[in-house]
T-cell receptor, first 109, second 114 residues
Framework: GQQLNQSPQSMFIQEGEDVSMNCTSSSIFNTWLWYKQEPGEGPVLLIALYKAGELTSNGRLTAQFGITRKDSFLNISASIPSDVGIYFCAGHREGKLTFGKGTLLTVNP | DAGVIQSPRHEVTEMGQEVTLRCKPISGHNSLFWYRQTMMRGLELLIYFNNNVPIDDSGMPEDRFSAKMPNASFSTLKIQPSEPRDSAVYFC????????????FGPGTRLLVL
């Protein structure tokens, strides 16, 4: 089946640092999405990417849809404590959304 | 506006018991999704409905799992009989444009089967 390889699995950073995480796949996806999940809650959509090469920002978050359509990255600039959570990439293809395993982000104040 | 509503938020049951999870999608959304989240397997799609009709149930683990959507504002996921390996967080999500549209997730039901 379709698999998304998300890395890193976890990150421990200091407040103010920039963060980068990515997802790769052997399959081509039509849409890439990035979600954030906080403890006890469901995933919340952060950014959606619809075209290869697309670069989209949402505040301190920036994500790109890879040219090959097989990868995407998410950057968070100037991290703050409330950025903690699990970040998931998701790729949409053939009517199905496939999720990566997530990146657990911890921000030390 | 209310988001996706799920109940119960937590469920503890004994092996062999029937478990019913409930979901109310966002009003006006025509698609509803059930996911299961575990540490080992991450988020997995179990089944999704479009206009109350099951479209893809290939993710349903086995016959012990069943899902229904009797109307546009309500869906259930039932496990009978439950087993310890069913312990997970079950999420319901809804969207306005089927599988292509942005999915909005509920807060989840944390199920523990002893």
């Amino acid at each position: 089946g379709q698999q998304l390889n998300q890395s890193p699995q976890s990150m421990f950073i200091q407040e103010g640092e920039d963060v980068s995480m990515n997802c790769t796949s052997s399959s081509i996806f039509n849409t890439w999405l990035w979600y954030k999940q906080e403890p006890g809650e469901g995933p919340v959509l952060l950014i959606a990417l619809y075209k290869a090469g697309e670069l989209t920002s949402n505040g301190r978050l920036t994500a790109q849809f890879g040219i090959t359509r097989k990868d995407s990255f998410l950057n968070i600039s100037a991290s703050i404590p409330s950025d903690v959570g699990i970040y998931f990439c998701a790729g949409h293809r053939e009517g199905k959304l496939t999720f990566g395993k997530g990146t657990l982000l911890t921000v030390n104040p | 506006d209310a988001g996706v509503i799920q109940s119960p938020r937590h469920e503890v049951t004994e092996m062999g018991q029937e478990v019913t999870l409930r979901c109310k999608p966002i009003s006006g959304h025509n698609s509803l999704f059930w996911y299961r989240q575990t540490m080992m397997r991450g988020l997995e799609l179990l089944i999704y409905f479009n206009n109350n009709v099951p479209i893809d149930d290939s993710g349903m683990p086995e016959d012990r799992f069943s899902a229904k959507m009797p109307n546009a504002s309500f869906s259930t996921l039932k496990i009978q009989p439950s087993e310890p390996r069913d312990s997970a967080v079950y999420f319901c999500a809804s969207s306005l444009q089927g599988a292509v549209g942005t999915q909005y997730f509920g807060p989840g039901t944390r199920l523990l089967v002893l």
